[in-house]
């Protein structure tokens, strides 16, 4: 008998995940546009954002912008963020996971305990990492239509001490009992990026000579503790997974294979899932790629699939849906995760499913989002025009934030003030 293996076919079928079965394999990922309200509450905004994704088909809806520790909540470079970080958050995001079960989706929670290296110093505290060794933003480019003029450098974090390591283990933990609680289908503890524990991966965040430093399984063990811990908290049956950068894309920095040694460790643990996260902010024009299925070029998932079997793989920025489903006919990757598509066509995976891929509403890589997003404007799409305002009564933009936007990603005017800020006198320290 012969395998389908169109998109629609592949795409929608479902996929089992510990012991929950998800209808299809379309994934939204997590993204910091939720628009909580600012104590860190779903909003009804939130709500009706990840309802509408629900409602368009997707199988499972990963919450991101959302914070797993007070320390988190500190020293974050956005706000507001939803908590995980206290009990009394939990009858709200209760009431978010209802909104989108009903819509015949699954939820999962990402636990999200620091910042780290882009960590921001607030009220006299510091942001840890596993090294004290700042963030060179964009070190090898920005995303298409992002500029960030004279460009940045993150304030250098403390090293972690061993006791500062289990403390945010600990907060994770809590973070997994709330997430439970509330009736989320899963969890993904958060290890990408330059954040907390993306710093202890790879050697080049990671200039340890302790037992969390050197040998990939010494880089492999915060994260590995971390996981082992909420496997204990969360039991056997309940969905515990984890998002991790793939290959840093940088001089000297480590590759798919290096990556996927630690994840070999890690999975040990206790290990459902693994969503596979391109670059990180040193190499955000890998991260947020203009080319669908960059990752599978550079062969990462298969470099994963290759050291952790069969555990399941969540690809990332492969919108095209046929080159998603011919990864996992391959057996390269288990769904595909996105997430500026989703953006610009809430629908596409009803769309992909039913066999109406001409209909869908293509992103078109403008990053108008992205640089709302890093300038901490309500995010908007101009592909979607109901993007951002789900909930009718959602704040919006002003014309004078919208009119900051366009500028932001106008090459010419990012030239003049590229040169300014580099011609600017330095602060003196």
């Not at 989320?184 to 991966?201: Q, R």
């Not at 404007?377 to 004078?400: S, Y």
Request: charged letters at 20%; one cysteine or more; glycine letters at 8%.
């Amino acid at each position: 008998m012969k395998t389908e293996t169109s998109a629609s076919a592949v795409l929608g079928s479902p996929l089992r995940i510990n012991s929950l079965e998800i209808k299809n394999r379309i994934v939204l990922g997590p993204m910091a546009v939720l628009r909580p309200t600012d104590d860190g509450r779903p909003s009804n905004q939130s709500i009706a954002f990840l309802r509408r994704r629900a409602e368009g088909g997707v199988g499972l809806v990963f919450v991101g912008g959302a914070v797993a520790s007070e320390r988190a909540w500190n020293e974050s470079p956005f706000f507001p963020n939803i908590r995980f970080d206290k009990d009394e958050f939990v009858p709200d995001l209760a009431r978010m996971v209802v909104a989108v079960q009903e819509e015949g989706a699954a939820i999962f929670a990402q636990l999200f305990p620091s910042f780290g290296r882009m960590g921001v110093p607030r009220n006299g505290a510091h942001p840890i990492a596993a090294s004290a060794k700042p963030v060179v933003m964009g070190a090898t480019g920005f995303p298409d239509h992002v500029y960030v003029p004279g460009g940045r450098v993150t304030p250098p974090p403390d090293a972690a001490t061993a006791a500062d390591i289990k403390a945010v283990e600990a907060d994770v933990v809590s973070a997994a009992r709330r997430a439970k609680a509330a009736g989320f289908d899963g969890v993904e503890i958060g290890a990408h990026m330059c954040y907390f524990y993306s710093s202890f991966l790879s050697p080049l965040a990671n200039q340890r000579t302790d037992e969390y430093g050197g040998s990939a399984e010494n880089r492999a063990r915060a994260l590995r503790d971390a996981v082992a811990a909420v496997r204990a908290e969360v039991g056997p049956d309940y969905p515990v997974g984890i998002r991790m950068s793939v290959n840093d894309h940088l001089p000297s920095g480590q590759g798919a294979d290096g990556f996927a040694e630690v994840a070999r460790h890690i999975v040990t643990a206790g290990v459902d899932f693994i969503s596979l996260t391109e670059g990180n902010y040193e190499s955000m024009g890998q991260n947020v790629p203009s080319q669908s299925g960059n990752m599978l070029a550079h062969g990462e998932p298969q470099a994963f699939r290759a050291a952790v079997g069969g555990i399941p793989l969540f690809l990332s920025s492969t919108p095209d849906p046929q080159q998603a489903a011919d990864a996992i006919t391959a057996g390269h990757a288990d769904a595909t995760m996105l997430a500026r598509q989703l953006l610009a066509d809430p629908d596409y995976a009803k769309k992909v499913i039913g066999g109406r891929e001409a209909e869908i509403v293509w992103c078109d890589h403008a990053n108008s989002c992205l640089r709302r997003l890093m300038t901490n404007i309500p995010v908007a799409c101009h592909k979607n025009p109901e993007m951002g305002h789900e909930d009718p009564e959602a704040k919006r933009a002003t014309p004078l934030q919208n009119m900051f936007v366009w500028a932001a990603g106008n090459a010419f005017l990012m030239a003049i003030a590229d040169k300014a800020a580099k011609a600017a006198p330095k602060p003196k320290h």
